[in-house]
T-cell receptor, first 112, second 116 residues
Framework: AQTVTQSQPEMSVQEAETVTLSCTYD???????LFWYKQPPSRQMILVIR??????QNATENRFSVNFQKAAKSFSLKISDSQLGDAAMYFC?????????FGAGTRLTVKP | DTGVSQDPRHKITKRGQNVTFRCDPI?????LYWYRQTLGQGPEFLTY????????KSRLLSDRFSAERPKGSFSTLEIQRTEQGDSAMYLC??????????????FGSGTRLTVV
């Protein structure tokens, strides 16, 4: 069974600083996709970034980047130049054959 | 297209009553998913459709739960004889079928169910 583990229930970062959210997953598949989703309070889930397992290059989307370590089954999210609007729950997700499973989430607080 | 729409946004019901939620996916998306999210947890997979066919159901989906997607467009999720443990946010998402892996899901805003 696929499992996704986010070991940090809560994280805090100072505005304009950098923070890294951790995610590990367990799978026997070799070809899969990984995602980070953001869920602001009382708002819908938004896709932040995605990584294809067969690509070695780490994905980057503006201030968001990932560190994908396939052998270690690790997929961390780095947020640079944190902004107040980044405050949200962040969910790591794993998908294979269009079947997506989520971790329990990390609540990110951004301090002004 | 305004994205994935869910109705209602909030539902309060008495234990034992039946409730039905609706999801309208993005029109070009042929896959539709239902998830349940309890407070402080990530979404848990319930079921998904490809067009009108229900392809997978989680063991979380007890006999009191039923989902339909007639004509491969909108979907409904019905919970019969609701229990307090059914209180949660019910999320709908849609996606295109891609050849490899997943194209990423577009989520609706969810329906928050409270069973009293």
């Amino acid at each position: 069974a696929q499992t996704v583990t986010q070991s940090q229930p809560e994280m805090s970062v100072q505005e304009a600083e950098t923070v890294t959210l951790s995610c590990t997953y367990d799978t026997s598949e070799s070809d899969y996709y990984l995602f980070w989703y953001k869920q602001p309070p009382s708002r819908q889930m938004i896709l932040v970034i995605r990584q294809e397992a067969y690509k070695q290059q780490n994905a980057t989307e503006n201030r968001f980047s990932v560190n994908f370590q396939k052998a270690a089954k690790s997929f961390s999210l780095k947020i640079s130049d944190s902004q107040l609007g980044d405050a949200a729950m962040y969910f790591c997700a794993y998908s294979v054959h269009n079947d997506m499973r989520f971790g329990a989430g990390t609540r990110l607080t951004v301090k002004p | 297209d305004t994205g994935v729409s869910q109705d209602p946004r909030h539902k309060i019901t008495k234990r034992g009553q039946n409730v039905t939620f609706r999801c309208d996916p993005i029109s070009e998306h042929n896959r539709l998913y239902w998830y349940r999210q309890t407070l402080g947890q990530g979404p848990e997979f319930l079921t998904y459709f490809q067009n009108e066919a229900q392809l997978e159901k989680s063991r979380l989906l007890s006999d009191r739960f039923s989902a339909e997607r007639p004509k491969g467009s909108f979907s409904t999720l019905e919970i019969q004889r609701t229990e307090q443990g059914d209180s949660a946010m019910y999320l709908c998402a849609s996606s295109e079928v891609v050849t490899r892996g997943a194209g990423g899901y577009t989520f609706g805003s969810g329906t928050r169910l409270t069973v009293v």
